[in-house]
């Protein structure tokens, strides 16, 4: 396991003392005047340090590339926040949110963004990390990405330049890079033990992620929250585009609130190299992979990994959380999980305490090393319910099995093999039309159903479509749902991206005038419909074989098309139908026009596997057959938000 030691309990017995500010007096005689020390009680580092007497400063750290090629190295500006005594006496870890949304966006529920004082100083540090670990003994900067906010430079939408931005920091933190003051004079990072953490939503965890990737050392852990681990992912799946042309550059270009022509030949590089046109995986997106790409990759991985998602994320998509999760598992990577129901929400706004008290005793156990016991629990938390949460040994469930589900030519799905084919249109048609009236025929989709479910049955992982196809045209869009038919209250996703702000706050951690450590609850939003699309996922037919060298179908002949849908964590209900349903082009979510090929499917040659666990531990149920459930007409499925931030 690269980059990862565990001390043995003699040598950690030794260790913890000296942490915690303990000395080796000779004679009984205490020293004069005792040093700094951070506090531990019932396993965790007390609030013993002045959050409002703390040092606020900044610096610019000199990365490595000169991404705007102005003939100067990048600087990087860093807000820091720590405890006053830091520094000889007392040298402390620290914890970093690196963010190209400081001075457009802002972070959190609540939009924050960073204020400076009249000298051009960090004033207010964004969300509860500086106000709650600052006085247990950390220290938090608040890093601008490249080509953002105050930092020099052009970011490249999670190329060379965001990834090396964050690394150089960590690089000043251990004594490997240059920093500069404001009177521009060389600053060293003293006052730190050089361990440090990285952590954010979104775009924040997705360099989280970058950084870790190249093995930079000093990086202890990282905490990625609905963060992107292969940009290609976050643009597309299988060669199907979820966005129009150019979002790369568009993104790039909102970050960065400087004029535009500072930036123009990055931008003309990116709509260049990025091939849109096909949507095929090229060296672009290679240099954007954080899982096995040729900046950053997971066997570089050094930092152990708090990673949290939620399953109806379709903005970065929970197959950005399951692909990464399963590599570090296979690499050994020290980790932790949390899966949650909502769409692209903080665990600060769906689990709030829980989840201040988890990620403290984190930090404690990975940046100062105390023995708190949180790597000997179950290492994953389940979201099954609206206000049910569940632990288990490891995501997805390790007692979950694989179980196929075959078409049927009658339109139900069953466990047997089925018989004979069935045609569609690849027309570009959105879910809420794909799946309704399931038992009324429709030209362009399929709809297979089962019987009624006799035992709750819970999808745990990642579902897989297996379709024998023949086209009349060389390629074609197809969509894969997996469908749950049958009224119930459940975590409404799609509003509000499943949360209500409320006007009463609660508080973490210590407040000034200028930074308070208030924020204002949530509630999860709850709907009742009559079905709930679960998992969804889509090919272009021509990229079943290759990401990068498309193999187009011929005309008449039947070829096998295999793909994962996103990944899920679902309950299916006792009498509920489960349901696939087959099509080409989704309008929801994907950017591509429909081929308007005629596509046959052999139901005998088809499948798509689920992984489920069973109370009774045996699945089955018969096909759907004949009778008067006519299942539910078109409903309203609102849309999410699709915003990265």
Partial sequence: MPGIRRPRKRALALIVPLLLGGSLATGGVASAQAKPKIKVANGVTQPVFSYADAI???????????????????????????????????????IIDESPYYDNSGRGNE????????????????????NYFVPRGYAVLNVDMIGTTKS????????????????????????????????????????????????????????????????????????????????????????VTYDDDNYQTWLAQYVDTEEDAKC?????RMNAEDGDETGNFNPYWAERDYLGGTLADVDKVRASVFAVHTVNDLNVKPDHFSTWWKALAQRGVPRKVWVGQY????????????????????????????PNGIMKEPRADVQTGPDTWITQSDWPA???????????????????????????????????????????ANPNRLAFVSSPLPTDVRLSGTPAADLRVKLDKPTANLTALVVDYGEDTRVDWRTGAGITTLTEESCHGESTAADDACYKKTRTNTANRPLEIVARGWIDAQNRRSLSHPTPLQPGKYAQVRWQTLPQEYVFKKGHRLALIIAGTDSTYTADAATGAAVTVDLAASKITVPVVVGGGTFEFGAQTKSKWQGPGRIDLPTPPNRLW
């Fill in 343 to 370: 769409h692209h929400v903080d665990p600060f706004d769906f689990r709030r305490d829980e989840w201040v008290s988890t990620l403290h005793r984190w930090f404690d156990q990975w940046l100062y090393r105390i």
């Fill in 111 to 130: 939009a924050e963004r960073k204020v400076y004082d009249a000298s051009g100083g960090p004033a207010k540090f964004p969300l509860f990390y500086d």
């Fill in 56 to 94: 606020r400063e900044y610096v610019y750290v000199e990365s490595t590339i000169d991404s705007d090629a102005d003939g100067r190295k990048d600087r990087v500006r860093v807000d820091i926040i720590r405890p006053k005594e830091s520094g000889r006496g007392l040298k402390v870890p620290v």
């Fill in 152 to 239: 020099e430079g052009c970011n490249d939408t999670g190329g060379r330049a965001d990834v090396l931005g964050g690394k150089a920091v960590i690089d000043w933190l251990n004594g490997r890079a240059r920093a500069y003051g404001a009177d521009g004079k060389a600053v060293k990072a003293t006052w730190t033990t050089g361990k440090a953490a990285m952590i954010g939503k979104s775009y924040d965890g997705t360099l989280a992620n970058g950084v870790a990737a190249t093995g930079v050392k000093g990086l202890e852990t990282i905490v990625p929250i609905s963060a992107i681990s292969s940009w290609y992912r976050y643009q597309r799946m299988n060669g």
């Fill in 398 to 440: 390790r007692e979950g099995r694989s179980v196929s589900l075959r078409p049927q030519a009658g339109g139900g799905l069953d466990l047997r093999a089925g018989a004979g084919t069935a045609s569609f249109t690849d027309a570009r048609l959105s879910e809420d039309v794909l799946a309704a009236d399931p038992t009324v």
């Fill in 264 to 268: 123009a030949a990055t931008h003309e």
